[in-house]
């Protein structure tokens, strides 16, 4: 015979009337029973699996936070660093200016005393010629009164060479307070 049976060939099954057995219920009840344990079982296992990944992902959470809070710690202390390094910057620099600016004063006074030690070589020149020839007249005017008899010195020579002594020691005078005043320092 071939499936599907004509209507006429079918058997059919006879239902008792009435109640169901007690064995069909507890075919039931057991299969919903087993249905529920082994929906239990797998939602048990699938808790257990999130709360270990929430374990994981918590603990994470915890070591990120630590290294933010001291990365945090770092930046704050890297900043006081850095504000500590500008303000030397700053006084340092306000230090270099204060010292240029001494430098160039101190150049300038150098280049005035460089001129006025000029000026006062250039005006001891004369001088010392001056004394070289004041020296020469004295050893000449010593010589004549030591090897002169007294008798026979003469007054005026005499008289002449210590006039011109004086002049010419009194000139010296008034250049070595004239040279004296070039070599003093400017007053302010």
Known sequence: MSWPVAESQRRTVARPH????????????SAFLCGGL?????????????????????SA????????HTLGDELA?????????????????????????TSTSLRKALA?????????????GPLVADVDRVANELHALGSY???TPSAQLDAGYV?????????????????????????APPTR
């Open 77 to 101: 202390s890297t900043r006081t660093a850095l504000a500590a390094s500008r303000s030397n910057a700053a006084a340092l620099a306000a230090s270099r200016r204060e010292l240029d600016r």
């Open 38 to 58: 082994l929906s239990a079982a797998g939602f048990s296992i699938g808790w257990r699996h999130e709360a270990q990944r929430g374990s994981s992902a918590e």
């Open 18 to 29: 009435g109640r169901t057995p007690r064995v069909m219920w507890v075919l039931v009840v």
């Open 112 to 124: 005035a005393a460089n001129r006025s030690r000029a000026g006062v070589a250039a005006a001891a």
């Open 61 to 68: 959470l915890t070591a990120a936070t630590t290294r933010v």
């Open 159 to 183: 008289q002449a060479q210590v006039g011109y002594l004086a002049k010419t020691v009194s000139r010296f005078r008034a250049d070595v307070g004239a040279l004296a005043a070039r070599a």
């Open 145 to 147: 009164l030591s090897t």
